[in-house]
């Protein structure tokens, strides 16, 4: 037994200090796993360590955005493949997530909440294994050897990302709290009260909120617009679309719903900008 | 409760600890640990659902009470009532199965039935395992007529407490945990005369640790990342006939590769855990994706099941011994009720018609094939009698027959991959609109699922390069299974497996 035991133990250990070092070299997080489950869930897990001043929540659309691994100090993307900003702020008001300072929502995809619905991710968070992989990073879903894998090639193929430096998008407006009353649905109604509440939450606890709608395919719907405009009113929180006033070829979009790296993080810078402007007051 | 989740572990080490406690070793060790066994096996099942208990006990008591009548009556030499029994016996067990699993089906065939009766149907419950503990029961009570379970079968002649222990071992072998919701199929005969008190220290540990690690790589690591990708195919006919054949043709192959390492995996683990109770359980994958043949794909995909319809089945109906034309239609309707039982639905009907039209197929022409290779065969080389091993003519007849080889197994792996569609399409439309996907001429490329093909799918194609050592390189095989290759490799192996964190996803087998 123990010619068995000592080479399956010298192997183990040796797979795990080799995934050590390799986190380390890539900075505590990989870019993308091959998976977008894997991949949002990373997300989450890397994004909340450290304590980051601004959080992003949405979708995959959000998801698209660079954070502090893309050279936005301070930054953490805990964008949701299939799911919406909806999964973690319910997950930030119940504590199963720490919140930072900023909270940037990401309006575009709420809708999809309408009704009770629960994402995949939003499951993840609340089962045993996503805390213990936020406790033990080596268990985490950033840690896997296929994304470790498929983010090299994804390097190699589209290059890293482009900084807190460049341009922003070619707009005027700024955040506005949201003047009137929208006309809802009844579960978009329970969907926006509910969002209410944990925006209270939050505020109680000295947390900055601001809704934006990202330029996207997914975001000229009705429902893209209704839901957080109708929350900005209701909660008192600053909502800013990004896709008023932008001139028609000044974001490029890979599948005709995503931003590509470089529309990506032009948006972020333009968030960015404006932040730092309120933080100091202007 | 599934074997990928952090309540079955719990629920397996206090069942395991509690099996082999030290009072495990006296006089009434047998009895402890079966009674243990049994009560583990009932929390086990009743996790999700308690309600389904009850169906278990039915199944339990039922099969008991007919398995005594017909020992009973076999002691007193009369064959006409243990047929009776039999008989009733084993329709009892379809009638479960008929109920739970397929009357909302034959509801939605028979014509002019009241809509309340068809809304009714559709409310029954499929409960998990149905499949297979029925089989069970069904294997209990003919083992035992035909008089291939005799050993520990005689306390079930005298009433009260022997009778209650007779209840305790038959409900032991139908309900016992790692083998009572998606197999295998273990026959009464093989399972019966293991029933005896266990020692932890004639646990084969090795054994227990290849086939647990192998089978949770096999399922966490592999099959749970492919489904992920091949999810795509279950998305609605008009999704698949707008993909292009490089998405499209890359998923299929992941499917197939799916299936396998889930269901290999799942009975793997079984293996495994069986073994850590002190009982052996049959293989029931052999690198199925080896075969040159459908009639060889079925000895080695699903073992326990082939083997069961053979013999509870097939050979009942006569198998081969009736003539060419009565073979081929066995072969159809043991393929055509093979493909039936893994769900409710006319999609595993034609799965399995066209798996044993294939069959018959090979039969039909098998026998001229043979012949064809005979006479080559026995063709003199041109050297003459005495001619080297070397000569040119040999070497040629070698080298045909690898090629041979290669072609069959080439045809074999791509029907049985485009079988699979069948099984898990929803519907004919779907397949229809996977072939407008495949024949597109579309180019668009997605990246993520060739990617994980290649990543999860290269396990798979190692796992049966592995099975082609063992049969055709055996001393090699046998010198690496010694060397330290392999707990290298299952320290590798389970590195993957705890770094693979998600939400535990169901097996395939589960559903039937």
Redesign the interface.
């Known amino acids: ?1 123990l ?10 250990a ?3 200090g080799i ?1 050590t070092l390799a986190l380390r070299f890539v900075g505590g997080k990989t870019n993308k796993s ?5 991949s949002s ?1 990373a997300r989450i897990q890397a994004g909340i360590r450290d304590h980051p001043e601004v959080m992003l929540l949405g979708s995959s659309i959000t998801g698209r955005l660079p954070d502090r691994t893309g050279g936005f100090e301070g930054v953490a993307n805990l964008g949701c493949d299939g799911g919406s900003a909806v999964d973690t702020l319910r997950a930030l008001d119940c504590g199963l997530l720490p919140s930072a300072s900023v909270l940037v929502i990401e309006g575009n995809t709420l809708y999809r909440s309408v009704g009770g619905h629960q994402s ?1 991710i939003a ?2 968070i609340g ?4 805390q ?2 936020r406790q033990i990073p ?4 950033t ?4 994304a470790f ?2 983010s090299q ?1 994804l390097v190699r193929k589209f290059g890293s990302s482009l900084g807190m430096e460049g341009p922003i998008l070619p707009i005027n407006s700024r955040p506005v709290l949201a003047s009137t009353a929208t006309s809802l649905g009844s579960d978009d109604q329970i969907l926006v009260k509910e969002m209410v509440e944990v925006c209270e939450h939050l505020k109680s606890r000295k947390v900055s909120l601001l809704l934006v709608i990202l330029p996207s395919g997914d975001g000229s719907t009705l429902a893209s617009r209704q839901i957080p405009m109708a929350l900005s009113h209701a909660a008192g929180v600053p909502v800013w679309d990004l896709t008023v006033g932008l001139p028609a070829n000044a974001v490029k979009l890979t599948d005709g719903v995503h931003m590509d790296p470089a529309s990506a993080a032009a948006s972020l810078r333009t968030i960015m900008r404006e932040l730092k402007s309120q933080k100091c007051g202007r | 409760m599934l074997f990928n989740s952090w309540e079955f572990l719990i629920f397996l080490a206090i069942t395991f600890a509690l099996y082999y406690a030290p009072w495990s070793r006296g006089r009434h060790g047998k009895a402890w640990q079966v009674m243990l066994a049994l009560s583990a096996s009932v929390v086990f099942y009743g996790w999700q659902d308690p309600r389904l208990i009850c169906l278990l006990a039915v199944s339990c008591v039922g099969n008991s009470f007919a398995t005594a009548r017909i020992i009973l009556h076999k002691v007193a030499g009369d064959e006409a009532r243990v047929k009776q029994w039999t008989r009733r016996a084993v329709i009892l067990n379809l009638s479960l199965l008929g109920i739970f699993k397929y009357l909302s089906f034959l509801t939605g065939i028979i014509p002019f039935l009241p809509h309340a009766w068809m809304v009714a149907a559709k409310g029954i419950p499929l409960p998990i395992g149905i499949s297979f503990y029925t089989f069970h029961g069904i294997s209990m009570i003919v083992d035992v007529a035909r008089g291939e379970v005799t050993h520990e079968s005689d306390t079930l002649l005298t009433g009260g407490q022997r009778f209650a222990k007779g209840v305790r071992d038959i409900g032991f072998y139908l309900l016992f945990f790692p083998q009572l919701v998606a197999g295998p199929i273990v026959k009464a005969k093989f399972f019966w005369p293991q029933i005896a008190a266990k020692r932890i220290e004639d646990i084969a540990w090795q054994q227990v640790i290849r086939a647990l690690i192998t089978g949770y790589f096999l399922k966490v690591f592999v099959a749970d990342n492919l489904s992920e990708h091949t999810a795509m195919l279950t998305l609605s006919s008009t999704t698949l006939a707008q993909s292009g054949p490089l998405d499209l043709i890359p998923l299929l192959y992941g499917y197939t590769l799916q299936i396998f390492a889930d269901f290999a995996g799942y009975s793997l683990i079984a293996i495994g855990l069986a073994a850590m109770f002190g009982y052996r359980f049959p293989a029931n994958f052999n690198f199925p994706y080896l075969s040159t043949s459908i009639t060889e794909f079925w000895r080695r995909w699903h073992m326990s099941l082939s083997g069961w319809l053979r013999d509870y089945l097939y050979l009942p109906l006569g198998g081969n011994r009736k003539g060419p034309g009565r073979t081929y239609v066995n072969l159809f309707l043991v393929m055509f009720l093979g493909g039936l039982w893994h769900g409710a639905e006319w999609k595993f009907a034609l799965w399995g018609s066209l798996h044993g039209l294939a069959l018959a197929f090979e039969r039909l022409f098998s026998g001229k094939f043979w012949v064809l290779n005979f006479k080559c065969w026995i063709k003199e080389p041109l050297g003459g009698a005495n001619a080297s091993s070397s000569s040119p003519f040999k070497i040629k007849y070698s080298t045909s027959n690898i090629v041979s080889q290669v072609i069959a197994w080439f045809v074999t792996f791509h029907l049985v991959t485009l079988l699979w569609l069948t099984f898990l399409m929803p519907d004919m439309a779907s397949i229809v609109a996977f072939f407008k996907g495949v024949f597109s001429g579309r180019s668009d490329f997605s990246g993520p699922p060739i990617f994980s093909l290649v990543f999860y799918g290269t396990a798979v194609v190692l796992y049966h390069g592995w099975g082609w050592l063992m049969e055709h390189r055996e001393h090699l095989a046998n010198r690496l299974t010694r060397s330290r290759l392999e707990p290298v490799l299952h320290g590798v192996m389970l590195f993957l497996i705890l770094t693979n964190p998600g939400a535990p996803r169901g097996f395939i087998y589960f559903q039937f």
């Open positions: 037994m010619s068995y035991i000592v080479p399956f133990a010298l192997t183990l040796a797979c795990f995934q091959e998976s977008n489950f894997f869930v995949e499951k993840a089962s045993p294994w996503f213990v992989g080596n268990l985490g879903a840690a896997r050897p296929s894998a498929y090639l």
